[in-house]
T-cell receptor, first 115, second 114 residues
Framework: AQKITQTQPGMFVQEKEAVTLDCTYDTSDPSYGLFWYKQPSSGEMIFLIYQGSYDQQNATEGRYSLNFQKARKSANLVISASQLGDSAMYFCAMRESQGFQKLVFGTGTRLLVSP | DAGVIQSPRHEVTEMGQEVTLRCKPISGHNSLFWYRQTMMRGLELLIYFNNNVPIDDSGMPEDRFSAKMPNASFSTLKIQPSEPRDSAVYFC????????????FGPGTRLTVT
């Protein structure tokens, strides 16, 4: 079974609008961490945001927030006030405590922000 | 900080040749990871080290791949002999080692095997 599922291969949003990128995960480990990374066309992987399984509040980092719904096993990334520079691939990843530090990535969602 | 440094950034080689990819992690980070990214398989973890010791190499595709970390500031990923299906972007990443810390990725090495 897929550990991380990103069902949206591509998403379109207009500049200044908000967009939600979906991520669901599968684990039986009670302790885990969820990450989002951005990969622009230049190829580097940029860390965006982290959510721990025991964190009571949803993580936020500037225009990025993580909508963490533990019972649904979802960790959607919300980007507010989209900018043209947000156009990129976005990867959701999970780290289980039993997997030491191993990160498992989803297949990614390509976001295109239009003017 | 300079971030994770990888070299070369691009490598083109012929099938059967040996390829060595290099990585310098962020100073002070005690965990190092090698990933491979392809269109077909996405991002895959090949191997990771903690305090220079290989912890999990289950992602290494076959015996042609080997990785070393002789000290805290240097790691290599070697492919010998290389094959066209090894063509991919290879990323090195490092982290502080605690489970809550993110991994910082290098710029990647784009390998093309003809």
């Amino acid at each position: 079974a897929q550990k991380i599922t990103q069902t949206q291969p591509g998403m379109f949003v207009q500049e200044k609008e908000a967009v939600t990128l979906d991520c669901t995960y599968d684990t039986s480990d009670p302790s885990y961490g969820l990450f989002w990374y951005k990969q622009p066309s230049s190829g580097e992987m940029i860390f965006l945001i982290y959510q721990g399984s025991y964190d009571q509040q949803n993580a936020t980092e500037g225009r990025y927030s993580l909508n963490f719904q533990k019972a649904r096993k979802s960790a959607n990334l919300v980007i507010s006030a989209s900018q043209l520079g947000d156009s990129a691939m976005y990867f959701c990843a999970m780290r289980e405590s039993q997997g030491f530090q191993k990160l498992v990535f989803g297949t990614g969602t390509r976001l295109l922000v239009s003017p | 900080d300079a971030g994770v440094i990888q070299s070369p950034r691009h490598e083109v080689t012929e099938m059967g040749q040996e390829v060595t990819l290099r990585c310098k992690p962020i100073s002070g980070h005690n965990s190092l990871f090698w990933y491979r990214q392809t269109m077909m398989r996405g991002l895959e973890l090949l191997i990771y080290f903690n305090n220079n010791v290989p912890i999990d190499d289950s992602g290494m595709p076959e015996d042609r791949f080997s990785a070393k970390m002789p000290n805290a500031s240097f790691s290599t990923l070697k492919i010998q002999p290389s094959e066209p299906r090894d063509s991919a972007v290879y990323f090195c990443a490092s982290s502080l080692g605690d489970s809550s810390y993110e991994q910082y990725f290098g710029p990647g090495t784009r390998l093309t095997v003809t």
